[in-house]
């Protein structure tokens, strides 16, 4: 008997390396062994072999799946995730201090405010002498006088009462000679058209009032309005003709004043008062002719004539001073009143 041979095979099992010892025979135990082999085969667990096999279109099902855009269905995996930790960057606006718009457009309106009054204030004031203190019962736009610029003349604004207005120069003066007859003031226009038939005037429209509540008595018709005579449209002038007019409109705004006071019962007419008058009126007749040397004789004329009733409205005023007589004051309305047409004309024909 041929010698028995041991040989040890190595099977692996559920993953497990297990050492089977075989012996070896001769060529007559072969089958022997070939038969023990198959009975550990059989008992052996047969491990099973991946699926190579590719599914293309499987894969292609995927692949379109994934290209979509995202809704969120409660069993996709492939959500978008927040971010970890991230903090919201901050607007660039968020600490900037915001722009206070309402303060600027309150700031500007006061400006704007403050700038108007003070515009009105000089506009009201501009030409005032300061010499005529303004009583309680004075209220209004007082009458200004431009200052001479370019060697223009002054402009004289004032309020008048106005009696009527006329289309023929000869209807008015019957009128006014009427009126004239009663012991009142009364005057027509020569540049106007129509022909305006002035009654009364004061420095402001509180005055004007005054002096048209004294015609209520006379059954006259009275309308109050402003009026000007725009000496600025007269330029180029000799510096002493200039200076002349200049004081001689500031000196009818203070006549004008003491003439309306005197109708309320004021106390600006005094015997003082009267003498600070007298002395600017000779100021006037002592520079005119010096002022008016250069002057064509129409424009002499109407000049002389202005100064002339600048004295006989202060020598009326100075009268009521001393009899207290309203007539005196009437008079001097009425001085006053052909000033204004005079200066008128002045103005007309250095134009």
Known sequence: MEEE?????????????????????????????????????????????????????????????????????GFSEKSPK??????????????????????????????????????????VFTGNTGSIAETSETT???????????NSLPVLTLEVVQGGAFGEQSTGLEIVEKIQEQGLAATL???????YMFIGAGGDRAQATRIGSLYEGYGQDTYLKSYQVDGQAVTGQADEVTAWFTNA????????????????????????????????????QADRDQAFVNMDQSVQDHALALGDNLVLAGKKLAAYVDSKEEDELWKSQQALLDALVNYELVVEALR
Do not use: C
Not at 189 to 195: E, G, L
Not at 259 to 280: C, H, K, M, N, P
């Open 5 to 73: 041979k041991k040989q040890t095979i190595s099977v692996r099992l559920n993953g497990k390396e297990q050492k089977v010892k075989e012996r070896q025979v001769d060529s007559n135990s072969k089958d022997e062994i070939g038969a023990a082999r198959d009975e550990i085969v059989d008992d052996a667990e047969i491990i099973p072999q991946p699926d190579n096999i590719i599914d293309f279109g499987k894969r292609q099902e995927e692949r379109k799946r994934n290209d979509q855009p995202y809704w969120d269905d």
């Open 82 to 123: 927040l971010p970890f930790k991230r903090k919201k960057k901050p607007s660039p606006y968020r600490n900037k201090p915001k722009f206070p718009v309402m303060l600027v457009v309150a700031l500007f309106s006061a400006v704007v405010v403050g700038l108007s009054l003070g515009f009105m204030v000089l506009t």
């Open 140 to 150: 209004g736009a007082i009458p200004t006088f431009s200052e001479p610029g370019e």
């Open 189 to 195: 226009t020569q540049t106007t058209d129509p022909i």
């Open 249 to 284: 409109i500031s000196h009818y705004k203070e006549l004008l004043q003491l003439t309306v006071d005197g109708f309320g019962g004021g106390s600006l007419l005094t015997a003082e008062r009267i003498g600070q008058l007298d002395q600017a009126t000779a100021s006037l």
